[in-house]
C-alpha cells in the first residue's frame, strides 16, 4: 500500500470518529495510535519551492485581484493557482514542496494530531477569534472542509517553518489583525524558511458580496511566489550546453556539471564555467534579496543576531596573523571607499562621526564615581509620552461607546450577541436556508399551537377560523414561523420594505459550512412560549407536577426584621438530585400532599413566627391551577402524554391555601443567633441592609451555608434510638414523621439522563424540548 493511500484511509477513519457523539475522545484515542506508526510519521523535511515557474504553475487571476488590495510590500508576490476543493489550504503546501509522495490527506492528517497535541495552546491563541479548538478539530477530520486559522497555526509546528498569513484589507477591523500575521512554530523551535499564504476567494469581491448579503468572506488560500528571474543567454554556450532548469546545493559543485571536455574546447570550458559561476552567484544574491524582502522584524533580528555570533566566533578563533590580514583589508577597503566618495557622500559620514562622538561623551558624563565603583545611572523607566496616552485614551473609548457595545438578538438561535459581531442579511440570502427547517414531529406541534390560538381569537370574536395559512407571526408569541422555518422575532426587522434578519457569527458560520446550528430550532433546541396555564406557580405546585423530584429543596423565609410587613423572603442553598431508588417513569400525577412533605421542608428562620398569610405567597397550592396545568402538558409536552390525572389526588388538594401537611413540618428559628450559626459563607446577606429596594412578588435566589436537612450528621445510634420509639410501645405510637430520604452517593449526570431537566422544571421546558 502507498504512503498516499495509507493516509487516505487514515483520514477517512478520522472523519468516521468526527461523526461520533464521543467524537472528542475517539480521534485522541486514534491520534494517539496514529502517532505510533513511526514508518510514516517521521518528521517532514520541508525545502519550499520561492520563485514562480511559468512551466509548472499558473497565475490564479481572481486572486490576484485580493492580492492588490493587501499590504504594499507583497504587491510584486505571484498568487499560484491551487485546486479549489476545500483542501486548498494543504493543496497550497504541496505545490510548495519538492516532494510528490506527500499529499493533502498527509497535511491534513498531521494538522489533526497536532492541533490535539497542542490544543491548549491553539485555544489560547485562536479560540477567541475562530471559536474552539475542539469544534476546528471535528471539522478538520473531514476531506473537503474549508480551513481556519488555527490550521494555519499548526502547520507551522508540521512543517517547522514560518507561515506569513496574508489577508486582504477589506471590510478590515482591529480583531482581524491575526489573519495577517506571521506564525511561528511553538517556542523553543524556530522555523528554518519562511512561505507566504493569501486568504482569498473563488469569486470575485462583487459576486461574494452578493452571494452572502453584502458581506466578504474568504473561501480559498493561494501561495504566493517571487516572480520569475529572466537569466542571460549566452548564445555561444547555449548552443553547446545544456544548462539544468532545476539546481540544488548537491550539484552546484563544477565536477558535477555533466560536461565532458570532449564537448568545448579548454577555452570554452573556463569561459563557459566563469559565466555559470556569475550566474550562480548572480541568482543565489537575487534569492537571498527575495527572502529578505518577505522576512519579518522578528525573523530579521534572528538573522542579524546569528551573524554577529559567527562574527564574534571567527574572530575569537582567528590567529595574530589572520587578524592583521583582516585589519589590512579593512583599512584598504575604507580608503578605497573614501576615495570615491563623492563630497555628499563625504559629509554624511562626517555628520554620523560627530553624531557617534557625541553620543559616546554623553555617555561618559553619565557616569559617576560613589562607594569607590563606576555606576550607569539609569534612564528607565521613562515617562509614557502624551501622544500614547492620547492614543490608548482614544481607542479605549472607542471600544466603549456604544457602537460597539451594543448588542442584538440572533434570529436564528435567540442568543444576545455583539452587534458589531453579527451579520445583518435578508431572510432570502441565509446561506442554506433549507438547514433551518423543523422536524416533522416539532411542526405538527407548533401547527396545533397556531391551530388553537387563532381558535381562542375567533371565540372571542364569535367567530371560528377552519384555515390556518402556512406563514404566521403568531400575534403576540416570540417567533415567525414561515415554510417549516422558525426565526424569533426580536432578531428580525424591515429595511426599506425589505425583510431582513440578524444572525450571530456563529450561526452564520455553521449555516456557511452547511451545518445545522448548535442552538437553533432546527437542533430541537427550542423552548416556546410559557403558556399562561404555566405562570405564577409556586415551588410547591411545580414540585406536585414534576416527572422528577428534588432530593432536598430548601426554602428558607429569613424575616431580620421585627415586622413580618418589612420581610423578604429568599430560597437559599443548592438543589441537587441524586440517583433513587424509585420508579423511573411516574405514571400518574399530580403527587399526594405526603409524598409532596417527603421532600420539600420548609425552615423559617426570624424573630418571631411567621404569619400564614405570609407564607402563603410562595407555599401556596391551588387545584384548579394544578388541574389546568396537567390537562395543557398532556396535550402538548411530549413527556406528558402517558400520564394519568389522579383526580383523587386533586380532591386532597386545597383550593388556595398552604397545604396542612406542610405546616405540621415546619420548622421554625427564632432568634438571631440561629441565623447567624448557619451562615458559613463570606457573601455579605443581601436582607441585612435595611435600605435596599424591595420588590413585591419578587423571590431573589443566592448562596447560603449548608442545612442539616438530610440528617447526614446523625450517628447510626441515634437513628436506631428514633426507629425504636416509633415502634408500638404499650399500644401507644409516636405519630411523629420520619424526613430522612435514601440516595446515591453521587448526583446525577444528566448526560446519562437527558429528559432529567425538562422533567423536573416543566415550567421552564414547556414543551419537553430544549434541553
Known amino acids: 500500500m502507498s504512503r498516499g493511500l495509507k493516509f487516505e484511509r487514515l483520514l477517512q477513519r478520522l472523519e468516521t470518529c468526527s461523526k461520533s457523539i464521543m467524537y472528542r475522545d475517539e480521534i485522541n484515542l486514534l491520534a494517539q495510535r496514529i502517532k505510533q506508526m513511526d514508518s510514516i510519521m517521521r518528521p517532514l523535511q520541508f525545502y519550499p519551492t520561492y520563485v514562480f515557474d511559468d512551466t509548472k504553475h499558473v497565475v490564479d487571476v481572481v486572486a490576484k485581484e485580493y492580492l492588490d488590495k493587501a499590504t504594499v510590500d507583497i504587491h510584486h508576490l505571484v498568487p499560484a493557482d491551487v485546486p479549489g476543493d476545500g483542501n486548498c489550504l494543504y493543496n497550497s503546501i504541496v505545490l510548495l514542496m519538492n516532494n510528490p509522495l506527500v499529499t493533502a490527506s498527509e497535511l491534513r492528517v498531521r494538522t489533526v494530531i497536532e492541533l490535539i497535541t497542542n490544543e491548549n495552546y491553539y485555544d489560547a491563541m485562536c479560540a477567541q477569534y475562530a471559536g474552539n479548538t475542539d469544534i476546528i478539530i471535528q471539522a478538520a477530520c473531514k476531506k473537503g472542509m474549508y480551513s481556519e486559522i488555527h490550521e494555519v497555526a499548526a502547520l507551522c ?133 527575495a527572502n529578505r524582502m518577505i522576512e519579518t522584524e522578528e525573523r530579521r533580528e534572528i538573522r542579524l543576531q546569528k551573524d554577529r555570533e559567527g562574527t564574534q566566533a571567527n574572530r575569537a578563533n582567528e590567529t595574530e596573523k589572520e587578524r592583521g590580514i583582516r585589519l589590512q583589508k579593512d583599512r584598504e577597503r575604507t580608503q578605497t571607499n573614501r576615495t570615491n566618495e563623492t563630497e555628499e557622500e563625504r559629509a554624511i559620514r562626517l555628520q554620523k562621526h560627530r553624531e557617534g562622538t557625541q553620543a559616546n561623551r554623553a555617555k561618559k558624563k553619565h557616569k559617576t564615581i560613589g562607594g569607590g565603583q563606576d555606576f550607569i545611572r539609569s534612564l528607565w523607566p521613562e515617562p509614557i509620552s502624551r501622544d500614547l496616552k492620547e492614543t490608548r485614551l482614544q481607542q479605549f473609548l472607542e471600544q466603549m461607546s456604544m457602537s460597539q457595545l451594543a448588542e442584538v438578538i440572533c434570529a436564528v438561535c435567540n442568543i444576545r450577541t455583539p452587534a458589531k459581531d453579527s451579520k445583518k442579511i435578508p431572510i432570502s440570502k441565509i446561506p442554506n436556508m433549507n438547514l433551518l427547517k423543523v422536524s416533522e414531529e416539532l411542526r405538527i406541534l407548533i401547527k396545533n399551537l397556531m391551530e388553537n390560538t387563532a381558535t381562542h381569537i375567533d371565540d372571542n370574536n364569535t367567530h371560528t377560523t377552519s384555515h390556518i395559512k402556512n406563514q404566521s407571526n403568531f400575534g403576540s408569541s416570540s417567533f415567525f414561523c414561515e415554510n417549516d422555518i422558525i426565526l424569533y422575532k426580536n432578531g428580525l426587522l424591515e429595511t426599506n420594505r425589505v425583510k431582513m434578519c440578524i444572525l450571530c457569527q456563529k450561526c452564520h458560520t455553521s449555516l456557511s459550512k452547511e451545518k445545522i446550528p448548535k442552538f437553533s430550532v432546527a437542533n430541537n433546541m427550542w423552548l416556546g412560549d410559557i403558556p399562561k396555564e404555566l405562570q405564577g406557580l409556586t415551588i410547591p405546585e411545580e414540585k406536585l407536577i414534576s416527572l422528577y423530584r428534588h432530593n432536598s429543596c430548601i426554602i428558607k423565609l429569613q424575616s431580620p426584621f421585627h415586622s413580618t410587613t418589612t420581610a423578604q423572603t429568599a430560597l437559599k442553598g443548592n438543589c441537587i438530585t441524586f440517583l433513587q431508588n424509585v420508579p423511573n417513569i411516574v405514571t400518574s400525577l399530580p403527587l399526594t400532599l405526603s409524598d409532596l412533605c417527603d421532600t420539600l421542608k420548609v425552615i423559617f428562620i426570624g424573630a418571631r413566627p411567621p404569619d400564614r398569610l405570609h407564607l402563603r405567597k410562595v407555599l401556596t397550592v391551588r387545584k384548579k391551577k394544578i388541574t389546568a396545568v396537567l390537562q395543557w402538558l398532556k396535550k402538548y409536552n411530549i413527556l406528558y402524554q402517558n400520564i394519568n390525572i389522579n383526580l383523587d389526588n386533586i380532591a386532597q388538594l386545597p383550593e388556595d391555601d398552604v397545604p396542612e401537611c406542610m405546616m405540621s413540618t415546619l420548622e421554625q428559628k427564632i432568634g438571631d443567633e440561629d441565623g447567624q450559626s448557619e451562615r458559613t459563607g463570606y457573601v455579605p446577606d443581601p436582607l441585612m441592609n435595611p435600605q435596599e429596594r424591595t420588590t413585591a412578588g419578587v423571590i431573589p435566589i443566592s448562596n447560603s451555608g449548608v442545612l442539616d436537612v438530610n440528617g447526614s450528621s446523625v450517628s447510626s445510634d441515634e437513628i436506631t434510638n428514633y426507629f425504636l420509639q416509633k415502634m408500638k410501645i404499650n399500644d401507644q405510637a409516636v405519630t411523629e414523621n420520619v424526613y430522612l430520604i435514601p440516595h446515591s452517593s453521587k448526583p446525577v449526570n444528566e448526560y446519562f439522563n437527558p429528559k432529567l431537566l425538562t422533567g423536573l422544571y416543566p415550567t421552564l421546558f414547556c414543551y419537553g424540548r430544549g434541553a
Not at 512561505?195 to 469569486?203: A, D, F, K, N, R
Open 157 to 289: 509546528n508540521v512543517l517547522q517553518c514560518n507561515i506569513r498569513s496574508v489577508f486582504p484589507r477589506i471590510d478590515f477591523e482591529y480583531y482581524k489583525a491575526i489573519w495577517d500575521s506571521v506564525f511561528a512554530p511553538i517556542p523553543p523551535v524556530i522555523g528554518n524558511c519562511t512561505i507566504v499564504i493569501l486568504w482569498s476567494s473563488t469569486l470575485h469581491e462583487k459576486d461574494v458580496r452578493e452571494t452572502y448579503g453584502g458581506t466578504w468572506t474568504p473561501n480559498h488560500f493561494v501561495p504566493l511566489l517571487s516572480p520569475p528571474i529572466l537569466n542571460e543567454v549566452n548564445s555561444q554556450s547555449a548552443s553547446a550546453v545544456v544548462t539544468p532548469e532545476k539546481r540544488t546545493v548537491k550539484n552546484n559543485n563544477d565536477d558535477e556539471m555533466k560536461i565532458t571536455p570532449a564537448m568545448i574546447s579548454s577555452k570554452q570550458t573556463f569561459q563557459w564555467k566563469s559565466k555559470q559561476k556569475r550566474t550562480i552567484r548572480k541568482k543565489d544574491r537575487e534569492r537571498t534579496q
